[in-house]
């Protein structure tokens, strides 16, 4: 290659300052040359262009990311598992304006592993912008988030360290989902396998190669939540995962979020299905007009903010009425043919009914449901209520 070199040189030195030009065009045409074959060497070979190797192959990865690697039957590199303890979400202070609207208001919470967290509230409470500025999308006028125990700009690797589903529909339409997950991949160092495996977990395989615009929004949503899952993260976070799902959608998505709960990842999850969080979430966190309004396990939220009540049935109502009142029990008229009884145990009324001699047909504990909870908890900070709901104080109109 030298001597060539040096005989283009001496070429060109005979013919003057045109051969100078001549050496330079076929030097400059090598060169070019040179980078085309070593840019296909390299995706042949499947290498990346950094000097870092790929996910589940860094001995120093499980350090920063609060993940450890998991062997295979085979011996190679799995799964990373959360190790659990650095796998949060901590909010402290967190404000937020728009011009003079202010959306979130000195807010601070946690979200830990190992469990379900709720995010829930009324429309407008705060809730997406909050999620925005966990991910580092909004900057906060006051206050910080922190993941991990470091902002979201400062992870190494954030798509293996937080998973997000904000918008289902953030996807050109014209990349189809294994082109889209696989662009991902690449840049985050995330084998290629990893695609294939969270096309099948969502159940995406068999139309991995159509365009996305050309999608559903249940898919959509698929897509979506195999985007989040696709660094295998230690924290995740849903913006209505179920939107757009059918019944059996909706029943998966609950089952996979508290799998992988049980995996020790942390996962924050905002919906307006009160029954489905019911059924999903270990913690709530809940606002209104951006502030806080409840932090704690959801049983003791459904306690707090709701009203159980004891249903009882009887052909003598009238003398179980006047009994149940004398024991201290607060007794009214259920509407249908039935007493609510509050201030008194299901044992306690059927001691009482039992002492006089009284007859029952039922003696059920009605349970509080967390929709009734979160109505009660919620009702001076609906940003947006129908006339019907004003007149009726929230009970009876749709308040989420």
């Known amino acids: 290659m030298l001597t060539t070199v040096g005989t283009i040189l ?30 296909r060497h390299r995706r042949r070979t499947g290498k990346p262009s950094h000097a870092e190797p790929p996910l589940g192959d860094q001995p120093d990865l499980p350090a920063r990311s609060g993940a450890g690697v998991v062997s295979g039957s085979d011996g190679k590199p799995g799964r990373r598992r959360p190790r659990g303890e650095e796998n949060t979400i901590e909010a402290r202070g967190l404000t937020k304006h728009y011009g003079e609207k202010l959306a979130v208001d000195d807010l601070s919470f946690d979200v830990r592993p190992g469990s379900v967290t709720g995010f829930l509230g009324p429309n407008g409470a705060g809730k997406s912008t909050t999620m925005r500025m966990i991910m580092g999308l909004d900057a906060p006028d006051r ?33 189809t989902a294994r082109a889209h997950l696989w662009m991902l991949a690449r840049t985050n160092h995330i084998p ?51 939107n757009g799902l059918d019944t059996d959608g909706i029943r998966w998505v609950r089952q996979l979020l508290r799998r992988l709960a049980g995996e020790g990842r942390a996962v924050f999850v905002s919906s307006h299905l009160m ?14 007009k951006g502030r806080l309004i409840a932090e704690m396990p959801i049983e003791e939220f459904t306690t707090k903010n709701s009203h159980a009540y004891v249903r009882v049935r009887s052909p003598r109502l009238g003398e179980l009425r006047s009994a149940l009142t004398r024991a201290g029990g607060s007794v009214a008229d259920a509407g249908d043919g039935s007493i609510a009884v509050r201030g008194l145990s299901r044992e ?23 929709e009734e909870a979160f109505v009660e908890s919620t009702e001076g900070d609906v940003e947006f209520s129908s006339a019907s709901t004003a007149d009726t104080g929230g009970k009876d109109g749709d308040r989420r």
């Open 143 to 175: 206050g910080a988030v922190r993941v991990h125990g470091r902002s979201y700009h400062d992870l190494g690797w954030p798509l293996r360290e937080v998973g997000a589903l904000l918008e289902a529909d953030a996807i050109h339409p014209g990349r």
């Open 192 to 242: 290629r396998r990893r695609v294939d495996e969270v096309l099948d977990l969502v159940g995406l395989t068999s139309v991995a190669h159509q365009r996305a615009g050309q999608f559903s929004l249940g898919m959509s949503q698929r897509l979506g939540i195999a985007v989040a899952l696709l660094g295998d993260p230690g924290v995740l976070m849903f913006d209505e995962p179920v």
């Open 275 to 288: 029954s489905e969080m019911a059924l999903t979430a270990d913690q709530v966190v809940v606002i209104g």
């Open 348 to 370: 306690r009324v059927g001691e009482v009914a039992w002492n006089n001699a009284l007859l029952l047909h039922e003696l059920a504990t009605q349970s509080a449901s967390l």
């Open 10 to 39: 001496a070429v060109g030195g005979r013919h003057g300052r045109h051969g100078l030009r001549i050496v330079a065009l076929v030097l400059l045409v090598a060169a070019v040359v040179a980078i085309v074959l070593w840019m």
